[in-house]
């Protein structure tokens, strides 16, 4: 089985929160290896690239919001202006692009066995609110769609963690240059086995 990699990136309200120290700590603890790590403001083009200018994405971004207002009774046209969920994603992206540029972001490559699994268990819900107890972003937020689409801001939920195995190669490629990226033995690697 291989090893597989996955992007993290403190994004800007964990890193004005104090919040690198605790966040770097909860992967390092588990057992999964930094292979890059940085801190940087993020360019405009490199966020666009980051997050996919795909319909699919779009509509499951959409779809999240039309989810939560269903339940809460509120209509997307009063924020959106629309109820299609393709178009409503485009307008989160806009809003990420924003954000993601409001102060340095702390950008980490990991890698590990499951990597992925691990990295998404450890991060949490989406949405803070719904996010368990114990995982970053259910210890250290509580923002909901409707508060963040009212403020037209993203949900401040202080982590990106790569979802996918693809997108964990390619966000690491995407954020990382060969040189940056490092290849080394954790103490007791060898004896490490699944989790
Ligand atoms: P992630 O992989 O868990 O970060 O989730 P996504 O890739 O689906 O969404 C990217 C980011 O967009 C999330 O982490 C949130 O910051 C933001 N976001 C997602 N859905 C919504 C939404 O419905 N409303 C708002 N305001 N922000 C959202």
């Known amino acids: 089985m291989n090893k597989q990699k996955a992007l993290i990136i403190i994004k800007p309200d964990g890193v004005q929160r104090g919040l690198i120290g605790k966040i770097v700590t909860r992967f390092e603890q588990v057992g999964l290896k930094i292979i890059g790590l ?6 405009e083009n490199r966020v666009i690239a980051h997050y996919p200018e795909t ?4 509509k499951k971004v959409g779809e999240r ?3 939560n207002y269903a339940k809460k009774g509120l209509d997307a046209k009063v924020v959106f202006n629309t109820d299609d969920p393709v178009q409503i994603g485009r307008t989160v992206k ?17 890698e590990g066995y499951d990597c992925i699994e691990i990295v998404r268990k450890l991060s949490g819900n989406t949405i803070p609110l ?23 801001r993203p949900l ?11 997108d964990g190669e390619k966000e690491v490629n995407l954020w990382f240059t060969k ?9 007791g690697e060898k004896f490490m086995y699944k989790v």
Request: aromatic content about 12%; overall charge negative.
């Open 38 to 43: 940085k801190f940087e403001m993020a360019g």
């Open 55 to 58: 319909d699919v994405w779009f």
């Open 65 to 67: 919001t039309l989810t």
């Open 94 to 110: 806009k809003w990420l692009i924003t954000y993601f540029q409001e102060s340095p972001v702390l950008i980490m490559a990991l």
């Open 130 to 152: 719904l996010a368990t107890c114990g995982t970053i972003r259910g210890d250290f937020s509580h923002d909901t769609i409707d508060l963040a689409n009212e403020q037209n």
């Open 156 to 166: 401040r939920n202080i982590i990106h963690a790569s979802d996918t195995v693809e």
């Open 179 to 187: 040189e940056e990226l490092f290849s080394y033995e954790l103490a």
